[in-house]
């Protein structure tokens, strides 16, 4: 059988849960069927190291990781970066001498990489965009008329959960007429490996909750530490962990130091295996604003972990309320009523521990793997 050609579009690989769906997808497709190469725009972020030794990969440009520290040549280094990247952008034909294959499929894995997917020289490839996150919550950032006729211009979009599409398809005013959902895989067995990698043990003199994600306001770390403050004036001790950077870090930090919290909400900064600590918490908490299809929390459900979250996107559709897992508003008010609650009623913490028991058979990664191969052949074939 003549293997369908797949390119991969995406900015650089930081870390993040989008790098993360990326790394599972070029690990797990099947390599009888598919042959696959991953252009980035910037040869940077920490899983660089993770993309598979097959894998083609290539780069429109350097990233920061290989800059300067000199601060005039930083700048120049910079500015000639965003030259190429412009160059690139306005003339895609030169992206061709990047591109080991004429592709099949060309897959951009948010909507930053719409742009380049759209105008590649390529005009005969399938586009497939891949939503991982709802397109209201881009409303107040981005031009989202142009996003979504660029949306509108791709032969599938698939959405990480059932909330992503709803909300594309009311956003966009109907004009979503080719989306499908498909949640995220789980890596089950590397994620048990991982958190066994290192022992992690965490003040456990109160019960104690971690939480992993970029500081900044879509996470609601800020509702999350006031919420911690609250339940201390009660005299409902518990201790905060947070792992993960973002523009938000140093602020917060320094409030949590200035107000005398440091000991008690605590800032573990980036972490490459987040999992040993994970492991060793009570409780994962998640007190975002919004979200898609949070990996953090599916992680910590397959870790058997009880989470208290916000009811927001996708999350309901991995945490039933009150049965594998607690579901509140996302305010301070509504936070803190839902810690209050799993501090202070053992028994709905023994319920929702034992109804754990079985919860990595929620997220069977095989099924959706082979849903995803199946759809990248069905496209080709249209």
């Given at each position: ?298 992680e910590a459900l397959i870790l058997k972990k009880i989470v208290i979250s916000t009811n927001v996107g996708g999350i309901r ?66």
């Open positions: 059988m003549k293997k369908v050609k797949v390119l991969f579009r995406h900015r650089s690989m930081e870390m993040g849960g989008v790098q993360k769906v990326l790394l599972d997808l070029l690990n797990n497709l099947d390599r009888n069927k598919f042959e696959i190469a991953l252009l980035l725009n910037l040869n940077q972020g920490i899983l660089l190291k993770d993309i598979p030794e097959d894998i083609h990969l290539s780069f429109l440009t350097e990233g920061k990781d290989s800059f300067s520290d000199n601060f005039i040549l930083n700048k120049i280094q910079l500015g000639y970066r965003r030259l190429k990247l412009i160059l690139f952008n306005k003339f895609p034909n030169l992206t061709k001498s990047k591109i080991p294959f004429v592709p099949d499929i060309e897959i951009g894995l948010f909507h930053y990489d719409l742009e380049g997917l759209i105008n590649s020289p390529y005009k005969n490839s399938k586009k497939i965009c891949w939503l991982h996150s709802n397109l209201s919550n881009l409303l107040h950032s981005f031009n989202i008329n142009k996003i979504i006729s660029l949306y509108e211009k791709c032969d599938l979009s698939i959405h990480v959960s059932q909330d992503t599409l709803d909300d594309a398809v009311k956003t966009s005013n109907g004009k979503f007429t080719n989306g499908i959902v498909i949640y995220n895989a789980f890596n089950i067995n590397e994620i048990f490996k991982k958190s066994k990698v290192e022992e992690v043990y965490l003040e456990n003199k109160y019960p104690t909750f971690i939480s992993v994600g970029r500081i900044g306001k879509q996470k609601g770390y800020d509702m999350l530490y006031e919420v911690h403050k609250l339940l201390l004036v009660e005299n409902i001790h518990h201790t905060i962990y947070i792992i993960g950077q973002g523009p938000d870090y140093n602020v917060l930090k320094q409030k949590i130091e200035h107000e005398g919290y440091s000991e008690s909400f605590v800032l573990l900064g980036q972490k490459e295996n987040p999992f040993p600590y994970i492991q060793s918490a009570n409780f994962y908490v998640q007190s975002s604003r919004y979200e898609a299809y949070p990996l953090s929390i599916g559709e991995m945490i039933k309320n009150g049965e594998n897992g607690l579901l509140t508003e996302s305010s301070v008010g509504g936070i803190y009523e839902g810690m209050k609650k799993l501090l202070s009623n053992s028994e709905l913490v023994i319920q929702i521990k034992n109804n754990l028991a079985n919860i990595e058979e929620q997220f069977d990664s095989k099924k959706i793997f082979s849903q995803v191969e199946k759809i990248l052949l069905g496209v080709v074939k249209k």
